[in-house]
Structures are given as C-alpha cells and as structure tokens.
C-alpha cells in the first residue's frame, strides 16, 4: 500500500458504476487525497482500487494495458471528454499534473449502442473488429508476396497511409460523436490500404463491405461535425472521412449493383 | 542450498549438413497434410501478438480449423504493438555488406553464444520473407523518396537491416497480422475468442490435447479440446512487478503448462533495457520504454564529478564523462542492450547517476540538434521526444532526457525444439514465450523478426509434419484428465474469494518486484540469490493465505484475474532464482558479479555452461530437475563477446 502524499492533490472523483449490461449504472463519488501530481491518470485509478480492495469493496473496473498509449485499450470519458483534455493523448498517457487540487473528475465510459457496457467503465468493442473483418486487409495469403522493393511506393504516399495505419482503435472517435458514428475508425483503414498499390485490387468491394457491416453493427450516421477528430489520440485527420466518401462513391459508380 | 542435479540430456532434434541446407531440406522431408484433410484438425492457438496472429493467419489459410484465444477484448491489443524501433531483415539493401550470414552471425554472438545454431540461421533466412510478406500485406514501412524500403542501424549491428514504420512499427507489423487473421475469421477458418485466460493444458496419454480457459466475462469455465496447441502468450518481465511490458502480459499460460510436465529453459536469462524512462515514485505501475533507435543521435554521458548538481547544459565538455563512447569506442552509444545497461548501473552505483535520486543517466541530442537543426531531429523522433515530455514534464530539445535500464524482454521460455514443439508433444510454443533463438542476450529489432519467422514460416509446416504423423485419437471433455484440469482452476479460483486475506494483490506483486529487482537483476550473486530464494518463498506463503481478493467469480473481476497472475509468478519467481543461481557465468542479460573480467565484462564459462538448461516441475517449492541441451558451435567458433 503506498502511503499517501500529505502535500498530494485532492481531489473528488465521481465514477460510474455498472454492474452490467443489464442493470442500471450510476455515478458514485469518492474522495481522493495525497494524488501526486506525477501519476498518470490510471496509476490515481489504481491507488482507488486499492483503498476500495482495502475496504471490502469493489474496485472500478476499467480498460487498460499498455499504458504507453499505442495498445487502444484504455479509455474513459473524463468530464465529458473521451481520453481527457489533452490533445493527442490516450487516458494512460495524461498525467494529474493536468488537474488540480479539489477539482472534480466526471468518470464515464464510452457511450454508444454499438459499444455495450461490459462492467463499470468497460465497454465492448468487438464490433470494430468485424468491421476490419469484412474487408479491412489486403487478401495475401503468406508466401505469396513478391520482393518488398517490386512494389515502389512513394514516400508522400507511404507517409500518407501511415498515418491513417496510425489508428489504436481505441473507439474516442465513436464516443465524442454525437451520432456515435464509427466513420472516422472505419476511414482510416480505408484510407490507409487505399492510398496503396497493394490494397488497390480490392479497394471498391473493401469499401462497400466495410460501410456496410458499419452501418449493421448499429454505428450512427456521419453528420461532418468533427469531434471525432479532435478527440482522436492517434491524430487521424478529418480529411480519411473525406477519403472514404470519395472512395465510397467511386465504388459505387463502379459497382454493377 | 544444493546445486540442481542434472536428470538427463535433450535433444534438440537439429539437422546436420551445411547450415544453409538444413531448413530447405528439413522442410523437404517433413510429411505433408492432405488440403482437404486440413479442415479436420482442429488447432488452438494462444495469444495474438505477432507470433499468435500470424500462426493463426497462417493456419486458417491453409485450411486447419484454428481456435485463437487472447485475454484482451480485441485480437489487436496484444503487447507486440508497443515495440517501436524496428524489424531486422537480411535484405542487403543497403549495399553496406549484410547477408543472412551476417546476420546469423550477430544474433549468435550478440546472444553470447547461448542460442542455437541451426535455430538461428533459420531465423536470418526467414528474415527477408517477413519483410515481403509484410509489405504485401500494406504494412507502411518506410520509404526512400524513390519507392524504395529504407533502414536504419539499430543497436548492436554495424549494418543498416532495420525497417521500420516511424516509432511504431510493432503496432504495424501487429495489426498486418491482425488483419491477415481478422479475414480468416470472416472465411470461417479462424475462431476468435476474446476475453478468454488459459488456466491449464489438458494433456492426455503424454499429447497436449485442449486448455481449460477462464471466460473473463463471465466467469465460466470452458474446455476446449484440439489435435495441436500453440502457446504464443509471451514473456516474463512482470515477474519484476515494473517494466516496460503491458499490465496483462503474465507467466500464467507459459506456468501452467510448466506444472504439466513442459520444461522451461534458461528463465535467467532476462533482457534489461537502457532507454526507459526513470521511476518517478512509489505510484508508479509501468516504465515506459524509449526505442534505443535513439542512441543512434543521442549520446550518453553522466558528470565527471561525483553529485554535480549542476544543470546539464551548464557542464562543459570536459567535465562530461561519455562512459560509452570511452568504455567501447567502436560501438559508443550503440553498445548492445546488456552492456548499455550494466554501464549505466555502474555509473549510478558509483554515485554519478543524476535526478532527484541518482537513478538515471543523461541522454543528449544537443550535438545531433547543432549537426542536423531541430526539424531533422523532430522528423525522426518526434513521437519519442513528445512521449517523454508528456511523461516527464520535461522539454528533451532543451536539456538533455534522463534514462534508466528497465526490464524489457525475457530470453528465457519453455524449451522447444527444433520444430518449436515442446517436450510435451502437440504442445508448440513460439515467439517470446519460447527460449529458442536469442542465447542470453537479444538484439534490437530481433524480437519482432521471430515472432513473425515463427508464425509465418516455421509452424505451419512443423505443425503439419506433427499433425501428419503422429496418431490422435478422438478425445472428449469427459476424459479424465480434462476434468481434473478444469476443476483445479475452479477450485483455485474458489481459493482466491474465500482467503478473505489483507494485504491486495498488487501490495504483493510489489513487494516480489522488488525482491527481484533487487537480488535478481542486473547484477546478480550467489548470496544475493539465495536471499532471494528465502524471500520469494516467504512472501508465496504469505500470498497464499493472506492475499485480498473481492467481488465474484461470476463476472468481469479484474482484481481476481490479477491474483491468479500474480500467483504464478510468485511459484515462477522461484525457478528463475534457481536458474540464475545454478549458471556460475556470467553471459548475455544473466550477470552473475562473481564471473567478470577485470574490465568488468561478462565472463562467460564455456567449459562446464555451454548448454541450454531445461528445468523440469517437481512441485511447488520442491527442487526442480535440471535437463541439459549441449551447445554445439560448429560454424561460428565460440570466441569472447567484445564491443570495444
């Protein structure tokens, strides 16, 4: 048990508890002192659980791995904002040093009805997976690749679908959204195998399929506002969403449908 | 306490010839699956980093019915995603004289000659289809401006064979991997099985059959049986409690399977990163690694004086001690990850280390900045320099960062042989979790190399010549060996919620990370063993009856997933001591301080530990048998490992 900081933050940490998907949640408010300004967000999480633990009761469950900020497990919307106030930043990379003392923290979790509550502050985001299932890789099966310099790509070009590739799919995008859309996670795959020759075989049925299973898992409509963006950790620019609906569209001028 | 006995001698089943014939002919003579019997073995593969992802990917494609099980929520997650600086591959690109030869032969010495011959150039011929493979599947490496790949050089090698996607490649090279797989989950072939903990190997009649694993979401335990089972769960660092691997990268699958008869091989041998960033308190629950890419521009130095406090930039530079570039003037700051490590313990053992508690090391761009301007230096390692300011609060453009070693990586795993299959028959093991192919002592941008050579290239044909001759009768959840398996994780999950204890289980995977920081790290004595032995024993036994454990076992409870992690370490903890206490040498990440050179180097002993040394489970807390696997150095002659 570490002992707490007499100089440390305080601090009121309102965190939505869940049992299941099935049971109604609520906010519940704990009080938090000796928090040093050096933690990170979830190390302040970690030292709750253990005062809970240390009580009988039961620690908050949330997601969380890397803690470096590339895995895109972590994810908590705090006061209102998917990952924090940082720009650029996952919940595992902010650190109390953003906060003050005896200011209050508002702990939800994603909210989207293709992103049900699993428990407290985790959701589940498998429907990003199937999304990615149908179509989001280029169909190569192992050993059949040429040498990696017969496939020239040019460096703007490289770097343009890097950083699309960039996505940790952490889902901030769905959760800022007011329509809980998945365009900008789903526009950046696209993107990413679009702008290369070697997704370019299948680039219209990648895109076709991969909107379609989208809108089936139950993700809202894309109405340009943006937040997705802004609220992003890995920086994917608005501009994959333009991407997809031009992709998008030329596939379907194209499709025999 | 006494020395282990040996019990017996492994075969590693190694070709013979000339080495660069022994896997194209190995894979010649191995039996091949009929394609439409494929479909009729069923395959479970553990884990889904890049040795898990690609096996399955790889499997499903040829047509087996593949179970893939991770304890993440997503098969994207997994801790491969976090390497950052790169993958090797004997590509010769850059026309600076690289071959598979050359690279066979770094790995070797750069393992200190504690790796597998025949395993190893296998790797380095494998690495330039990986590279292929990879650029097929749309993973963006980097590129000159006409097209073409580009590299680095990356620690330890004199030749620029690193590729890389930014400071992300593992992210990269895991999601192609995940991709490759998600569209085997589409076509069927692949079952994906998320949220799901292996607590045991189901072994029937001497062949791995199926695991018990434990729905993390509901609790349920379920059986699953097969015709092969591939582990692919990964490395042992968090028996340190801090280090730079992912909070759920654990022991427990690796351990179980231990307990079921599979040996682990070499658990000393443990990789201490130089570049991470230093402790900040007692809050802190992981380090966070930089990519040693950044020893290419920066350079490493303390004060030449004894608690200088100045602030960095206001020591001139004769008052700066470069121990690198003084210790090792041919490799300087690109000296391999051990030697970088145990340079930096020196320095701050000796009292020149700096930061608040002298745990740490300066590492400067100033130079590369004044050579190359600050754009150059951003476009490099921009995303590096941001994720230590945001950590730190500290601006690198403006004083130098402060580093510190961290663990990182294991060597060390469950013994396989030359086809990666364990002592066990049906079980496989690949990637980090297995201990084949890195000696002592891993060099950069080599762990993601094996972990794809694994997947891609080496298990789906072993996994057939397996398959394809041994006989596997029809086995059922019913047999008994399945039962029992299932109700001992049952009952050690009962066992956890009913101990009611008061100390939590991250108080207690404190307290073995710093039993084994301090008595088993980066320099280790046999005293310092031994007291480490005592200590682990104690604190096990207290664990086991006074751990806190709340909530059910019937829904998501991340405190008891933890326990039960943190319980294997605590058995495992042990066997590392006992490993590193038996090796009285010092070579690679295992430093033993009684076997140096009077420069203060490794000495390793290749007369009485040229072997690989397996150790065999007898119980907990009752001494292990050891196995040896003698190492033959028939291309390569053994010779001391020199960076100077």
């Not at chain 1, 609520?26 to 302040?44: A, H, K, R, T």
């Amino acid at each position: 048990m570490i002992a707490p900081q007499n100089d440390g933050m305080k601090l009121t940490v309102k965190v939505w508890r869940q049992a299941s998907v099935d049971v109604p949640g609520q906010l519940v408010s704990y009080e938090l002192s000796g928090i040093s300004p050096d933690m990170s967000f979830l190390e302040m999480l970690d030292i709750l659980n253990e005062r809970l633990i240390l009580k009988g009761e039961e620690p908050v469950a949330f997601d969380h791995d890397c803690r470096e900020g590339i895995c895109g497990t972590c994810g908590i919307m705090i006061n209102g904002q998917p990952h924090g106030p940082d720009n650029n930043t996952t919940t595992c990379q902010l650190h109390m040093r953003r906060f003050k003392s005896g200011d209050t923290l508002i702990l939800e979790p994603w909210r989207a009805n293709a992103f049900p509550v699993i428990k407290d502050l985790v959701v589940d985001r498998a429907a990003f997976d199937r999304i990615i299932a149908a179509g989001g890789y280029v169909s190569v099966n192992t050993g059949n690749a040429p040498d990696g310099n017969a496939i020239p790509v040019p460096k703007t070009t490289q770097e343009k679908a890097m950083d699309n590739a960039a996505c940790i799919g952490c889902g901030a995008c769905v959760a800022s959204c007011k329509n809980a859309s998945a365009m900008l996670f789903t526009s950046a795959k696209v993107s990413h195998l679009s702008y290369l020759p070697q997704g370019a075989a299948e680039k219209n049925e990648r895109v076709l399929k991969m909107v379609a299973r989208m809108d089936e898992e139950g993700f809202g409509n894309c109405t340009n506002t943006g937040e997705c963006a802004a609220a992003c950790p890995a920086g994917i620019p608005l501009a994959s969403i333009a991407k997809l609906n031009r992709e998008y569209i030329r596939a379907l001028l194209a499709s025999d449908q | 306490m006494s020395l282990a006995t040996e019990v017996g001698i492994l075969d590693g089943k190694c070709p013979t010839g000339p080495i660069a014939d022994r896997w194209p002919k190995y894979k010649q003579d191995m039996k091949l699956v009929n394609p439409a019997n494929k479909r009729k073995y069923t395959v479970i593969v553990v884990g889904t980093g890049l040795a898990g992802g690609s096996a399955a990917a790889s499997l499903g494609e040829l047509g087996y019915n593949v179970l893939s099980f991770c304890v993440q929520d997503s098969p994207r997650r997994a801790h491969s995603i976090a390497a950052q600086g790169g993958i090797n591959a004997a590509k010769n690109y850059q026309n600076d004289g690289d071959s598979v030869w050359r690279l066979f032969y770094d790995t070797i010495k750069g393992g200190d000659f504690r790796a597998r011959e025949s395993n190893v150039y296998r790797l380095a011929s494998i690495s330039t289809n990986i590279i292929d493979q990879c650029v097929a599947q749309g993973v963006p490496f980097a590129r000159e401006y006409g097209g073409t790949l580009t590299n680095r050089s990356f620690g330890g090698a004199q030749v620029s064979r690193t590729f890389y996607c930014k400071g992300q490649t593992g992210q990269q090279l895991l999601l192609g991997a995940y991709q490759a797989m998600m569209r085997q989950v589409e076509a069927g072939r692949v079952k994906l099985h998320t949220w799901q903990e292996m607590s045991d190997l189901i072994v029937i009649d001497g062949v791995a059959r199926g695991i018990i694993t434990r729905n993390l979401r509901t609790g349920a335990f379920e059986t699953y049986l097969a015709d092969a089972v591939v582990l692919c769960t990964g490395g042992y660092s968090n028996v340190y409690y801090l280090s730079t691997n992912a909070k759920s990268c654990n022991v427990t699958a690796a351990w179980r399977c231990h307990r079921r008869g599979a040996l682990f091989a070499n658990p000393c041998y443990t990789q201490i990163h130089p570049t991470c960033i230093p402790v900040s308190g007692d809050h802190q629950s992981k380090l966070t690694l930089m990519s040693e890419s950044l020893r290419n521009d920066g350079r490493v130095w303390v004060p030449l004086k004894k608690g200088d406090t100045r602030p960095p930039e206001q020591i001139p530079d004769d008052e700066r001690d470069y121990y690198l570039e003084r210790r090792y003037p041919s490799f300087g700051n690109l000296a391999p990850r051990d030697v970088s490590s145990r340079a930096a313990k020196e320095r701050c053992d000796a009292g020149y280390g700096v930061g608040p508690n002298g745990l740490s090391v300066f590492l400067d761009f100033r130079d590369a900045i004044r050579r190359d301007g600050e754009p150059v230096v951003r476009d490099k390692y921009g995303n590096l320099f941001h994720m230590y300011e945001r950590i730190t609060d500290e601006n690198p453009y403006k004083q130098p960062m402060r580093i510190y070693p961290a663990l990182h990586y294991t060597m060390g795993g469950l013994w396989v042989d030359y086809n990666l299959q364990s002592n066990i028959p049906g079980l496989f093991v690949l990637g980090e979790a297995n201990f084949s192919d890195h000696g002592a002592n891993r060099l950069g941008a080599s762990a993601l190399m094996q972990g794809l050579a694994d997947g891609y290239f080496v298990l789906p044909y072993t996994i057939g010549n397996h398959l394809a001759s041994t006989k596997l009768p029809k086995v059922s959840a019913d047999h008994p060996a399945a039962k029992e398996a299932l109700i001992e994780s049952r009952n050690r999950v009962e066992s956890f919620l009913n101990m009611n204890g008061t100390r939590t289980v991250q108080d207690f995977h404190r307290s073995l990370g710093h039993i084994m920081w301090d008595h088993v790290g980066m320099g280790r004595t046999s005293a310092s063993l031994q007291t480490a032995i005592g200590q682990i024993r104690e604190l096990r036994d207290e664990f086991n009856g006074n751990v806190k454990v709340v909530g059910s076992a019937e829904t998501l409870n991340q405190n008891l997933e933890y326990a039960g992690r943190v319980g294997d370490f605590m058995e495992f903890a042990e066997l590392l001591a006992i490993d590193a206490l038996h090796r009285e040498e010092s070579c690679g990440g295992h430093f033993r301080e009684e076997y140096q050179t009077e420069e203060g180097e490794a000495k390793r002993d290749d007369e009485n530990f040229c072997y690989v040394g397996a150790w065999e489970f007898k119980g907990t807390g009752v001494e292990p048998a050891l196995w040896k696997e003698p190492l033959n150095f028939e291309e390569i002659p053994l010779a001391t490992r020199s960076y100077k």
